[in-house]
């Protein structure tokens, strides 16, 4: 979905599909490792456009929101908050409902390796409340790409009961309608 999202949208971002390939869960520390040792090590950086290449700081750009689990103690061990925000740092986004100046109080010994990124234009959308505007029934369009919609809908995400296709709510809350093959795809599993 991320790659749905970018693909039409932006001409600056891309997606690396490698921490979703692997098997088991990967630790923010070892993804952004991948990040420097790929960029880095096996690209020699990023060319600057007279040919010449240099290295890149790689670091971790989150939400308030997942910063202020940082401060939490027990959440992160002290190893991971060392090599995270020590060897990489962070660019916090600024999420509604966090108190910045309290996410990042624990924080304190990596302060010079964290940077807030205001943010001048009021935006809370978020993964978590997509997927609660979705299981409510609410519309997202606007919200989220319109591939990101017809993807959710294709694969029943999302769904209280994924089992018999797309209900009609969820279809008109989504703000896209369903073309034929999955409704008839709908009607076939659910007469089997």
Aim: glycine share 8%; aromatic share 8%; proline share 4%.
């Amino acid at each position: 979905m991320c790659q749905l999202a970018v693909d039409q949208t932006s001409n600056w971002l891309m997606v690396d599909p490698w921490e979703a390939l692997q098997k088991d869960y990967s630790p923010t520390a070892k993804v952004l490792d991948h990040f420097d040792h790929e960029i880095n090590t096996v690209h020699g950086g990023i060319d600057i456009g007279d040919g010449t290449r240099r290295p890149v700081r790689i670091a971790l750009l989150a939400g308030a929101d997942l910063i202020h689990t940082m401060s939490t103690p027990g959440v992160w061990s002290e190893e991971d908050l060392d090599h995270i925000l020590g060897r990489y740092g962070t660019f916090i986004v600024e999420r509604s409902g966090t108190d910045i100046d309290e996410a990042i109080a624990g924080l304190l010994p990596w302060k010079d390796n964290i940077y807030v990124i205001q943010q001048l234009i009021q935006n809370d959308v978020s993964s978590t409340k997509i997927r609660l505007f979705l299981r409510r029934e609410m519309s997202v369009r606007y919200l989220i790409p319109g591939p990101v919609i017809d993807y959710i809908v294709e694969h029943h995400l999302y769904e209280e009961d994924s089992g018999t296709g797309v209900s009609s709510a969820v279809q008109d809350k989504l703000g896209e309608k369903v073309d034929a093959r999955y409704q008839s795809k709908a009607k076939t599993s659910a007469s089997d």
